[in-house]
């Protein structure tokens, strides 16, 4: 996936997040809320799922295309990158899960 398509896709799911949180803080909707609890989780697993699955080392920060296909060419720094990319992405699959625990507990435990 292109950086470009990566940002894009983020910032429709911020969008419909904060549209969502703001529709259900003003309605003090608990449905609102979890449906913007929801929207964060599947942001969150997409980007694990980029980062750990497709290995896209081009979503780093600061890097650009050209440099993404230039450590291509070079294994020993594709190798170093993929790890610093799938552990980038186990944080984010962690705070995903995290989510899930608090989706939960915000509609059952109450």
């Given at each position: 996936?292109?950086?470009?398509?990566?940002?894009?896709?983020?910032?429709?799911?911020s969008i419909l997040w904060i549209g969502a949180m703001?529709?259900?803080?003003?309605?003090?909707?608990?449905?609102?809320?979890?449906?913007?609890?929801?929207?964060?989780?599947?942001?969150?697993?997409?980007?694990?799922?980029?980062?750990?699955?497709?290995?896209?080392?081009?979503?780093?920060?600061?890097?650009?295309?050209?440099?993404?296909?230039?450590?291509?060419?070079?294994?020993?720094?594709?190798?170093?990158?993929?790890?610093?990319?799938?552990?980038?992405?186990?944080?984010?699959?962690?705070?995903?899960?995290?989510?899930?625990?608090?989706?939960?507990?915000?509609?059952?435990?109450?």
């Amino acid at each position: 996936m292109s950086r470009k398509n990566f940002m894009i896709l983020s910032i429709i799911e911020s969008i419909l997040w904060i549209g969502a949180m703001v529709i259900g803080s003003m309605l003090d909707s608990k449905l609102w809320m979890t449906i913007s609890m929801l929207i964060v989780l599947i942001s969150l697993l997409h980007a694990a799922y980029v980062t750990i699955v497709k290995k896209s080392i081009n979503l780093l920060a600061g890097m650009t295309e050209e440099q993404a296909v230039e450590i291509q060419r070079d294994p020993e720094k594709l190798k170093k990158y993929e790890r610093i990319t799938q552990v980038i992405g186990v944080t984010i699959l962690v705070g995903a899960l995290f989510l899930i625990y608090l989706i939960y507990k915000y509609n059952v435990m109450k």
